[in-house]
Structure formats: structure tokens, C-alpha cells
């Protein structure tokens, strides 16, 4: 019988009686209908496109204050750059001694925190470095809690898919979304692309913008073998010191603000771009056969001889590569002024924050008492009905971005973003036309912190 | 384990091993000032004159806990006496440094009519000492972690036969250091933060009482507020006022003194209803949902729920929303509450016009039912 009559056959008689007929098969074997992709029409309310550090949050609010939720994810688990991509200290929550980004993305960090016995850092204390404040959580514990609290709010979480098309007709979403062995059609009345790189935004047909030249991305891992106290560092060429010594961070149980930094080495990746199948594949090769360079030459130095890979994240991590050309563009004189607008929604708080050609990073600290503020209209895509966006590709310029697209940073944008798709939905409006006040308090009986109240 | 202060000699000794040292702690004995020079960080710590009068008990090695008049732990002091030693010449030191009972710098004196001076000689001014004052108060500097030759910037090998002052000092402490004194900083703050610290926090540690730790979080700093809440001791008497007062510092907007104190409250202690109580009483008072979460789930490590929650927390129920609502019915849930007015208030939540309330009403009261089944 050749493949087609077979495959003629079992459609008509059925896998049961083809299995009678089967002279190959064991006792307990059956044979498999022949595959093929399973379609399905799925309507919700919103529709959420990447779970990762701002999606994840999206979510889970969406979910909570009530709507019908999806969440489309390409990658295995939630929490995107916090947890596949390796940088697991989130920040920045707190700002001159006081919390500036609540809701639930601290809920989140705070739950992490306490389920993995450590202490919270005092946050009353400014430290001298900016990033002591950061949150260092267990990954793994992050990505299980975020997905206990998807499924607690009914969130559909959708892995291993990603959209192929997303048309706009007579007042919602339409979204093809495929992944391994199905493609849905799903119906929405609202979107928020939370892929990190504006991809959907992209696909909607609303401009994205980027500069010609990306920050690099990292691959995180982490070493063991070697001990740092013992080396020579004279013998060693200094190019190799700074990755000696950073892999050597140790997490500590911490009591005072002062250490909070997690083991976090890491080689850079020129041009790591994760928006398509294609860029983000050549991205995770290029940063792997870096450290594979690395891990050989630190071998050959003295005292280095033993030295071995102990973890490596399955994911390049990306810094930069799509905004959104969104109805307002937050600049850097807002940013660093701390300007809070009528329609600020959420914090942000780092300095500004450029990594420059993988050597150097420039930075510009915020002045006391500064913190910046992210407007909804930043989370829009010009003339986009129904749509928006969290996390980094939020309409910024360039040096406000490097300050505006950290974690606590983007959690608080996810969380402003659902609550307004969510009253867009439930208005049938779309979220340019939702009350701010109305936002403002969904947000506040989420225990978020809204801009000008603290 | 007995607590043993170097005699001068060993000091003498650690000091002679680190001889920069030498012209830092550099105390010059001529006598310029009649009044003692004394500095403090709180300006109504008043120490000394009369400790005479009050009742003190010695350590050894000078080292003093001095009484409040209400018989409770007051402060520490020690008097330092020894000689530094530099080019083969010993200066006299002599200096008393003041802690709390949780080991707080609170303070330096130095005898009538010395004063500190810096490498080149020259006597510190009251600028220098309020610096220096400051800096002693800084539990986070690095100087714990800098060995005394990375003070300069100079080749580690001559470290012991150069002239320290002859280096520049170095980037990572000059912002730190009162400037031309960067060895008595250093050596200072290494004795204020040091083995002496160490023995006055076990001290008082092992001789805590209720009263005092009632009188420190009422009325003490704020750092000696968190020292005895992250040391709380588990079989302590917890007296009404202190319920009381522990509950003041949940509700504070403070948040680390409100997060240290609940986890000062270890799950053996929350057999006791009262304290269950104070707790639930915190719940429905903070403005913050994170200590809210907190709460809930140190309740859930209590063995039983005490009726005075159950009935509070019922009435709270049909006001709560998102994770508040998932942790309050997590922790009826979890303590098996399903008496008829807690069922009546669950069902309420059935007519909310918010699914993800409807829903998690529907799943408590779907788990009472299977656990009645
Ligand atoms: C190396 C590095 C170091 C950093 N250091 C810090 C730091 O110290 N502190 C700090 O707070 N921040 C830091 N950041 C910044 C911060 O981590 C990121 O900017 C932030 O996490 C971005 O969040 P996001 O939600 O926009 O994107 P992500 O967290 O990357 O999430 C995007 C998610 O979308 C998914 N996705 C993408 N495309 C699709 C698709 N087509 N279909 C379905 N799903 C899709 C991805 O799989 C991912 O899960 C660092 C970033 C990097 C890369």
C-alpha cells in the first residue's frame, strides 16, 4: 500500500479498525492518526503577547480585574529576560528611601523572595550604587509563581506559539497564532505586545523605530573550578579580570542594603536582536560560541586550568532593538527632570543607562528626589485603535529608553497597560479614550503606585 | 562564651604588626583645650561625667555596660589606652567610644585636653571631628573589607617599610576618610564596628528582657528598633503593650520596620491567640497590600486560627480584591474554616460582577465541599 492509499484509508475506516488490520503492530500498539496542525477559534477579551517581565504582569491583572485573558508566549516559561534571559534582580522598586513601583510586579518579587527564605534589602537607606537596591530572585521560583498566579486569575497561557498575522476589523483583533501542532484564530477586543521588541505593533502595521547601531545583548552563565583569591591577576591579561570577578558574585542572605548582587557573568553579544525566529537564533549561536571561545582561553591562563561552565542560560538576553512610535515619545529631559504627566501612570527609576559598543557604559545618574514617570500615552502606537504596548519598546528616545527599560520599570507598565485595555474592553473603547482617573484607581485597588500620590 | 578585650599590650602588639597605624591614631597630648572634646549622634545622649554614679558593670579591658535609672541596659562604653607605635616612638591613645545596647556607635570622648590630629600634625577642627563623628556612624562603609595598605595608593609589597603618609590616598576611600587622617578613620571606625561591637550585641542579646525590648522599640532608634526585631528571642513574655507596640510598627509606614517585625513573630509563637490577633489587627489597619500578603501568610503557619480572626476576616471578605481576596481565602482554606457564616459570606462573592472574584469563590467553597465529602 503506498503512504497516500494508507493515509486514504485511515481517514475513511478509522485509526481503531486500521490498527485491527496493522500485521506490524505489538499487543498495546496503536497507530497514530496522521498529523495534522489543529485550528481553533478562540475569543477573548485581551490579548497579550509575550510573558515575559512586563507581559506576565499584564496578564495577571487583566486576568484579575476580570477580563478574559490570553497570553501568548514563544519561549517554555514566564518571566522572559528575568528568568530565560538570566537577569534575575529586578529593579528598581524604591527610589530615595521610598517604594516607588508596587503592585503586581513586587507582589511577585516579595512572594519570590520570602518562598526562597531571603531578606529584603532596607530600602530606607540610599545606597551609594544604584543597583544594590535590585531584587535578587531565585528564577525558577519566579517563573513558578508567576504561573500559579496566571492560572489563579484564568489566564490562558498559550507557550510555544506566536502570531503570524493581526488584522484590525469593525472594532477588534484578529490574530493568527501559531505553534507546534496548532494554529489559532483568535478574536480579541484588545492587544498589548509585550514581546520586547514591538513585533506585533510591527505586524499591526504601526511604525517602529531603532537606531542604527543596538546595544549588545548577554549570554548569562556562570563558572566554577577556579578560585579568585588565589590567581595571579598579574599573569593574567586584564580583558579576562572583569569576567574572573564577576562570576565570583555570590548571593547573599541580605540584611542590609548594601548586597544584593547575584552570581551574574556574562559575554557580550554585538547585534543580539530576539524579534525574529532567524535574528534570535543567530544571537544565541554568536553569544555560545563566545563563551566557548572564553571558557578556552581562560583554561590556559595560570590557576584557570580547571575552570568549567556550571550554568548557562538556554537564551541570549536583549538589551535594545524595536520601539514604538507611540503617541507621545518620552525624552531624556523628562526622563532625568522626573516629569510627571497628567496621564503617568507608573515609575521609573535607573540612572540612564547605555551600554556603548560592548565596552563602555554611559550613565547619568538621576538627581535626589528625581524619579521619572511613564505616561499612557508612551504605552500607545500612534493612530492604533484598541492596541497597546509594556515594557521595553515603549515610545521613548534612546537615552530615556536605557533608563525607562528596566524590570520594575517594565512590571509597572505591564500592570498600567491591562488596566486600561481592560476598561477599553469593558467601555468598548479604546484606550486613548479610557478616563485616566478610572485607570488610576483599577490600579490602585491593585495595589500599584500611582505617579504624584507618594 | 567569656568576652575578652585585648590588654594594651596585645593591642599595642596588633597595631605594631599594621605600623601605618602609627600616625593615625596619632593623639596628641599637648594641651590646648581645657574642655573635653566629645561627640555624639544623638544630641541627647548624655554620657559620662556622672557614670561614676550610676551602676556600671565591667567586662575587663575598661569596657563598661552603664544602668538607666529604671534599672534596664543604658549604654556601653570602653576606654581605650594604649600606646601606637611609629618609627620606633609610641604615642599615647586615649579615648572612650559610646554604643547602644544593640552595639550603635553613639558616640567618642576624648580626655581633657587631648585632641586628634592628622598625619602632618596638624589638630583636627571641630569640622574634621563632626566628619569623623559622622563617618563612625556609618555602619555600611567598606573598611571592614580594606586591608590598612589599600588606604594609599602605593605598591602592596612596601607596605611595611614605607612612610604611609607619603602616598596618595586612594580613590576608593578619599570621599570617606576625613581628609590628611585617613589612618584614624580607618583604624577608628575598625574599633567602633569591631570585636567590642560584637560582644556588647551578645551581651545584651543574652540579657534581653521584655522590658527593654519594649523600651527599644518605643522609644529608641530606628537601627535599634531592627536589631531587636531581627533578633527577637522566641520564649520572651509578650506583654499587651508590647502587642500593642509591635502592632504600631506593622501599621507604620516604615516599611522594613513593619517587614522586620513580622518576621520577628516566628511560627512556634503563633499558637497564642492574642499574638494572632495583634496580627490581624495590623492586616485591617496597613495601607500596604505587600505587609497585608505578609501577614496572611505568617497566619498560615499558625496551628489554628483563633475565633477572633475567623470573625474579623469574614467581615473583611466581601471588601477584597485581587491577591488580598486569593490569600485570605487561602488561609480559611488552609485552617479548614467553614463554619455557616463564613460559607454565607464566600457566597456572596458569587453575585460580583468581577469573574475572577466569582471564580475564586467558587473554588474555596468547591474545596470545603470535597473536604466535608
Ligand atoms: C543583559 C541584560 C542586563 C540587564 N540588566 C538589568 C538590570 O540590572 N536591572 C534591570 O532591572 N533590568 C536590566 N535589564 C533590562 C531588563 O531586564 C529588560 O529591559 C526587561 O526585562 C524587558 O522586559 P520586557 O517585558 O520588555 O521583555 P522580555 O522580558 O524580554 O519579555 C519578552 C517576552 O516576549 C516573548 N516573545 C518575544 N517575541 C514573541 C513572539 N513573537 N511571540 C510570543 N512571544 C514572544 C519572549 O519570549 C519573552 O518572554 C537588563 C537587560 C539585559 C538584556
Redesign the interface.
Given at each position: 500500500m503506498t503512504k497516500i492509499e494508507r493515509r486514504a484509508m485511515l481517514k475513511t475506516i478509522g485509526l481503531a479498525s486500521f490498527g485491527a488490520l496493522s500485521p506490524n503492530l505489538l499487543k498495546g500498539e496503536t497507530l497514530r492518526e496522521p498529523y495534522s496542525v489543529s485550528e481553533k477559534p478562540i475569543t477573548t477579551d485581551i490579548l497579550i503577547i509575550g510573558g515575559g517581565t512586563a507581559g506576565t504582569i499584564a496578564a495577571i491583572q487583566a486576568?484579575?480585574?476580570?477580563a478574559?485573558t490570553t497570553l501568548i508566549e514563544s519561549g517554555s516559561q514566564l518571566g522572559g529576560t528575568t528568568t530565560t534571559g538570566g537577569v534575575s534582580f529586578p529593579g528598581i522598586f524604591h527610589a530615595w528611601g521610598k517604594?516607588i513601583i508596587?503592585?503586581?510586579g513586587?507582589?511577585l518579587v516579595?512572594?519570590s523572595v520570602?518562598l526562597n527564605g531571603d531578606?529584603?534589602p532596607?530600602?530606607?537607606?540610599t545606597p551609594e550604587r544604584h543597583w544594590k537596591h535590585q531584587v535578587a530572585v531565585n528564577p525558577a521560583l519566579y517563573s513558578l509563581l508567576a504561573e500559579e498566579?496566571c492560572t489563579?486569575?484564568?489566564v490562558d497561557v498559550r507557550f510555544y506559539e506566536t502570531p503570524t498575522m493581526v488584522e484590525y476589523k469593525e472594532g477588534r483583533w484578529f490574530v493568527e497564532s501559531v505553534g507546534k501542532g496548532v494554529k489559532n484564530q483568535i478574536s480579541c477586543s484588545q492587544i498589548i505586545d509585550c514581546t520586547g521588541n514591538a513585533l506585533i505593533t510591527s505586524m499591526a502595521g504601526y511604525d517602529v523605530l531603532r537606531e542604527e547601531d543596538t546595544q549588545p545583548g548577554s549570554l548569562v552563565f556562570s563558572m566554577g573550578g577556579y578560585d579568585l583569591k588565589s590567581l595571579d591577576l598579574a599573569k593574567i591579561p586584564k580583558k579576562y579580570h572583569g569576567y574572573l570577578r564577576q562570576n565570583m558574585l555570590e548571593s547573599q542572605i541580605r540584611?542590609?542594603?548594601?548586597n544584593t548582587s547575584v552570581p551574574y557573568g556574562y559575554v557580550y553579544v554585538k547585534g543580539a536582536d530576539s524579534t525574529t525566529a532567524e535574528t534570535h537564533t543567530l544571537a544565541n549561536q554568536k553569544g555560545r560560541q563566545n563563551l566557548l571561545d572564553l571558557i578556552r582561553d581562560l583554561r590556559g591562563l595560570p590557576g584557570c586550568e580547571n575552570i568549567r561552565i556550571t550554568n548557562m542560560k538556554t537564551e541570549t538576553a536583549v538589551r535594545e532593538t524595536y520601539r514604538i512610535n507611540g503617541e507621545y515619545k518620552v525624552t531624556k529631559e523628562d526622563y532625568v527632570s522626573g516629569k510627571i504627566f497628567d496621564d503617568s501612570l507608573s515609575y521609573s527609576f535607573y540612572p540612564v543607562d547605555l551600554h556603548r559598543d560592548g565596552k563602555s557604559i554611559y550613565q547619568e545618574f538621576l538627581k535626589p528626589d528625581i524619579v521619572a514617570s511613564v505616561p499612557l500615552r508612551a504605552l500607545i502606537p500612534k493612530s492604533s485603535r484598541n492596541f497597546l504596548v509594556a515594557g521595553r519598546c515603549v515610545s521613548s528616545d534612546r537615552l530615556a529608553n536605557s533608563g525607562l527599560r528596566v524590570q520594575a520599570s517594565c512590571m509597572g507598565m505591564g500592570q498600567a497597560a491591562a488596566a486600561t485595555a481592560v476598561l477599553a474592553h469593558k467601555n468598548g473603547t479604546t484606550p486613548s479614550d479610557v478616563s485616566v482617573d478610572d485607570i488610576k484607581e483599577l490600579l490602585r485597588?491593585?495595589?500599584a503606585i500611582i505617579p504624584g500620590e507618594i | 562564651m567569656p568576652f575578652r578585650i585585648e590588654s594594651s599590650t596585645t593591642i599595642h602588639t596588633v597595631f605594631r604588626s599594621c605600623l601605618p597605624f602609627a600616625l593615625l591614631l596619632c593623639i596628641n597630648s599637648c594641651f590646648l583645650s581645657k574642655k573635653a572634646i566629645r561627640y555624639s549622634v544623638e544630641p541627647t545622649f548624655t554620657a559620662n561625667n556622672d557614670d561614676q554614679k550610676k551602676k556600671l558593670t565591667s567586662f575587663g579591658d575598661s569596657l563598661f555596660l552603664v544602668e538607666a535609672k529604671d534599672g534596664l541596659p543604658d549604654y556601653y562604653f570602653q576606654q581605650y589606652n594604649t600606646g601606637v607605635c611609629y618609627d620606633n616612638k609610641c604615642r599615647p591613645l586615649s579615648i572612650s567610644i559610646y554604643w547602644s545596647v544593640t552595639g550603635r556607635y553613639l558616640g567618642f570622648e576624648l580626655p581633657k585636653e587631648e585632641f586628634l590630629s592628622k598625619t602632618d600634625h596638624e589638630p583636627f577642627v571641630p569640622e574634621d571631628y563632626e566628619f569623623l563623628n559622622k563617618l563612625l556612624a556609618n555602619p555600611d562603609l567598606p573598611f571592614a573589607d580594606i586591608e590598612y595598605y589599600e588606604l594609599m595608593d602605593q605598591p602592596s609589597d612596601a607596605v611595611e617599610s614605607v612612610d604611609a603618609v607619603s602616598g596618595a590616598t586612594s580613590a576608593r576611600v578619599s570621599n570617606i576618610v576625613v581628609k590628611g587622617a585617613v589612618y584614624t578613620t580607618y583604624s577608628l571606625w575598625n574599633i567602633v564596628h569591631g570585636r567590642s561591637q560584637e560582644f556588647i550585641q551578645e551581651h545584651t542579646g543574652s540579657i534581653v528582657t521584655t522590658h527593654l525590648i519594649e523600651k527599644i522599640l518605643r522609644d529608641s532608634n530606628r537601627s535599634d528598633k531592627v536589631w531587636v526585631l531581627e533578633r527577637f528571642p522566641e520564649n520572651i513574655e509578650m506583654t499587651s503593650l508590647l502587642l500593642d507596640t509591635i502592632e504600631a510598627l506593622i501599621v507604620n509606614s516604615d516599611f522594613h520596620l513593619a517587614y522586620t517585625a513580622i518576621h520577628a513573630i516566628k511560627a512556634p509563637r503563633l499558637n497564642s491567640e492574642a499574638i494572632q490577633e495583634m496580627l490581624f489587627k495590623a492586616y485591617a489597619k496597613s495601607n500596604d497590600p505587600s505587609i497585608k500578603s505578609l501577614i496572611i501568610s505568617k497566619l498560615g503557619q499558625a496551628p489554628f486560627l483563633s475565633n477572633g480572626v475567623i470573625n474579623v476576616s469574614r467581615s473583611c471578605v466581601d471588601e477584597l480584591k485581587g491577591q488580598e481576596l486569593v490569600d485570605l481565602l487561602k488561609l480559611l482554606k488552609k485552617h479548614e474554616v467553614k463554619d455557616d457564616q463564613t460559607l454565607q459570606a464566600v457566597e456572596n462573592l458569587l453575585s460580583s460582577d468581577n469573574v475572577f472574584i466569582v471564580r475564586q469563590a467558587q473554588k474555596f467553597l468547591k474545596q470545603i465541599q470535597i473536604s466535608n465529602e
Open positions: 486576568g484579575r480585574a476580570g478574559k517604594q508596587g503592585g503586581i513586587w507582589e516579595l512572594d520570602e531578606k529584603l532596607d530600602f530606607s537607606k498566579k489563579a486569575a484564568a540584611s542590609t542594603g548594601e485597588v491593585h495595589g | -
